[in-house]
């Protein structure tokens, strides 16, 4: 049998005829940026979080950089992010002139741990990134109140969290990207809700980051040619609105049918010796973007499914601080002991709302097979 990773054919079969639709209505209208269906989509997306304002962007690395930038976030800040994330995180906050201060994450769910924040605030400290990574949430009452404390900034970095929820203490259940100050989602292909292409998004709640972020990503400007200061150009495709906007009705019912599927894995992995599952807090209600195990000899097993035919993946091989791109900062792997060495032991299984219970138990029965031998 062979198992994808992810099979995003098979989603676009499944609503071939109204993607097929939304897409030649944008020929019809030649709507090819921004345009009315991006306007629709950033209307249903903030609904659907529950949170005042959305401004499509080009992509989630942007919605980053043009968070962080109308923060007032430049030289001489620093910002704080997890060690265990894609690139793009840190990248931000260096496109714009600030410094990375990087902080290990939890051994348990793998998010950026709340009880090290503090130790990486400084001076110049002015913002935390939380990732909400895999598609849980992290842990937001904690990190929320640190910086209350220390009058700090808080993106969500939403990239990987489409309708993923967390518990408040005082707030009950909340979609992410409604707790900081802003918010940034991607849309790359491969994620919950995916474009046919590059796209993102940034939320707010705040009206003047909202105005300065929608102005930012559009040149600067709050008319074709009166532009108040000088941004970038970072606009939503008119496809990529149409697309969004068609499968953000379904995302819902893929997002409850990843949380079976993950349901299945966790009672099944829980049985065999050498895997480490997934851990839930009772506060989050993941969207369960990847299925994260871990393991260590997680090299070979990684080989022996794949020899068999399934598809798995690692995130991430190599921790932020480990990076030859943040050398210059002089850290070492004993300064980030969990994610330095749990890049060797995660291992991403295949996880999409068409998978199969037959699929499923295939995977798992060959896992149980490797841990025999």
Known sequence: MKIPFIDLNAQYESIKEEIDSAIRKTFETTSFVLGESVKAFEEDFSKAHDVKHCIAVGN????????????????????????????????????????????DNHPNTYNIDSNKIEKAISKNTKAIIVVHLYGQSADMDSILEIAKK????????????????????????????????????????????????DAGAILTNNSSLAKKARMYANHGRVSKYDH?????????????????KTKLKYLESWTNKRRKAAQYYLKK????????????PETCNPVWHLFVIRCSNRDALKGYLTDNGISVGVHYPISLPNLKAYKYLSYNSNDFPVSSSYQKMLLSLPIFP????????????????????
């Open 150 to 197: 220390y009058n700090l900034f808080v993106i969500e970095d939403s990239a990987q969290a489409h309708l993923s929820e967390y518990r408040s203490v005082d707030g009950g259940w909340r979609k992410v990207g409604s707790f900081g100050d802003i918010a940034t989602f991607s849309f790359y292909p491969g994620k919950n809700l995916g474009a046919y292409g």
């Open 228 to 244: 108040e200061f000088e941004g970038i150009n970072s606009r939503m495709d008119g496809i990529q609105g149409a697309v969004l």
């Open 60 to 103: 989630g690395t942007d919605a980053l950089v043009i968070s962080l930038k109308v923060l007032g976030i430049g030289a001489g800040d620093e910002v704080i992010v997890p060690a265990n994330s894609f690139i793009a995180t840190s990248e931000a906050v260096s496109v714009v002139g600030a410094r990375v201060s990087f902080v």
């Open 269 to 280: 992995l829980n049985e065999i010796e050498g895997v480490s599952i997934p851990v839930v």
């Open 354 to 373: 068409e998978i199969t219970q037959k699929q499923q138990d295939y995977v798992i029965t060959a896992i149980e097979e490797f841990f025999k031998l």
